[in-house]
């Protein structure tokens, strides 16, 4: 069966300082991988997607970045956080050759900017 | 540009009360119309709806897709403590692959 992987869980960092948070998808091949972010009460803000290893896809232009270097590794990455990068990020997968699907997601990482 | 809205954006009811929550969608190439429940961290997948006007029923939680009206209804009847979350719709759209999500509908269900 397919599991979704995503951490750390909690992260608090100082404002500058650099963000690395990955995501591994296990039990399946060629997923389609997104990042999602959540601020408090609202609804999830899709950042970037991608269809294949090295395809990136942004939604929204702003201070983070995604990689993807392998099939089933999606890494959401800023070099110098900002106050406003603080909420809840979620990591999720769909098959990747399947129109008619959900995405499925990771436990999040609630990220706080200080 | 895509756009997914969720109304109300909260709601307060009581046990034993029948909801229904409001989905509206405006995106390019859409496929499928998906809910949601996210209770503390990861949402949860309820419905996926592709064909206008076929129930989808699960329990006590049923959902119906209007694609010339472009909107989609959650109904949960007999509501329970255990009802309350975010409800959370998404459209989702071929070619891209995306998943737009709306604002949410926190529901709150007193005892």
């Known amino acids: 069966s397919q599991t979704i992987h995503q951490w750390p869980a909690t992260l608090v960092q100082p404002v500058g300082s650099p963000l690395s948070l990955e995501c591994t998808v296990e039990?399946?091949?060629?997923?389609?991988l997104y990042w999602y972010r959540q601020a408090a009460g609202r609804g999830l803000q899709l950042l970037f997607y991608s269809v294949g290893i090295g395809q990136i896809s942004s939604e929204v232009p702003q201070n983070l970045s995604a990689s993807r270097p392998q099939d089933r590794q999606f890494i959401l990455s800023s070099k110098k956080l900002l106050l406003s990068d603080s909420g809840f990020y979620l990591c999720?997968?769909?098959?990747?050759?399947?129109?008619?699907?959900?995405?499925?997601f990771g436990q999040g990482t609630r990220l706080t900017v200080v | 540009e895509d756009k997914v809205v969720q109304s109300p954006l909260s709601l307060v009811v009581h046990e034993g009360d029948t909801v229904t929550l409001n989905c509206s969608y405006e995106v390019t190439n859409f496929r499928s119309l998906l809910w949601y429940k996210q209770e503390k961290k990861a949402p949860t997948f309820l419905f996926m709806l592709?064909?206008?006007?076929i129930e989808k029923k699960s329990g006590r939680l049923s959902s119906i897709l209007d694609k010339k009206e472009l909107f989609s209804i959650l109904n949960i009847t007999a509501t329970q403590t255990g009802d309350s979350a975010v409800y959370l719709c998404?459209?989702?759209?071929?070619?891209?692959?995306?998943?737009?999500f709306g604002t949410g509908t926190r529901l709150k269900v007193l005892a």
């Open positions: 999720a997968w769909s098959v990747g050759d399947k129109m008619n699907t959900e995405a499925f």
């Open positions: 039990g399946t091949s060629n997923p389609n």
């Open positions: 998404a459209a989702r759209t071929s070619g891209t692959y995306k998943y737009i």
């Open positions: 592709t064909s206008s006007g």
